[in-house]
Nanobody, 124 residues
Framework: QVQLVESGGGLVQAGGSLRLSCAAS????????MGWFRQAPGKEREFVAA????????SYADSAKGRFIISRDNAKNTVDLQMNSLKPEDTAVYYC?????????????????WGQGTRVTVSS
């Protein structure tokens, strides 16, 4: 089993920045892709960003392009999401996910493990 633990959420004013981190532990295979998703109240979980193994390819939702940066540290089994120029519509619970494959995916069904989520609130 694999455990994912997110951290770094909180309350920030519009225009501000937050950095989310996710640490993977447990029976981690040697190669895996990672992703970040978010879910706002009353809405479905949506794709934010993904990074492949070993980290040379990234993918972003249109809403995240130019503002968010996903990165990973394979030695530490961590993945980060740097979020800049935050907007009130970025308010959501953010989830880290792990795909036992190597490629980036934007569908929730591609991911095998999920964290419990960290809440991000952006005030106007």
């Amino acid at each position: 089993q694999v455990q994912l633990v997110e951290s770094g959420g909180g309350l920030v004013q519009a225009g501000g920045s937050l950095r989310l981190s996710c640490a993977a532990s447990g029976r981690i295979i040697n190669t895996y892709a990672m992703g970040w998703f978010r879910q706002a109240p009353g809405k479905e979980r949506e794709f934010v960003a993904a990074i492949d193994w070993p980290g040379g390819i990234t993918s972003y939702a249109d809403s995240a392009k130019g503002r968010f940066i996903i990165s990973r540290d394979n030695a530490k089994n961590t993945v980060d999401l740097q979020m800049n120029s935050l907007k009130p519509e970025d308010t959501a619970v953010y989830y880290c996910s792990l795909d036992k494959g190597r490629s980036v995916h934007s569908s929730t069904s591609a991911y095998d493990y999920w964290g419990q989520g960290t809440r991000v609130t952006v005030s106007s």
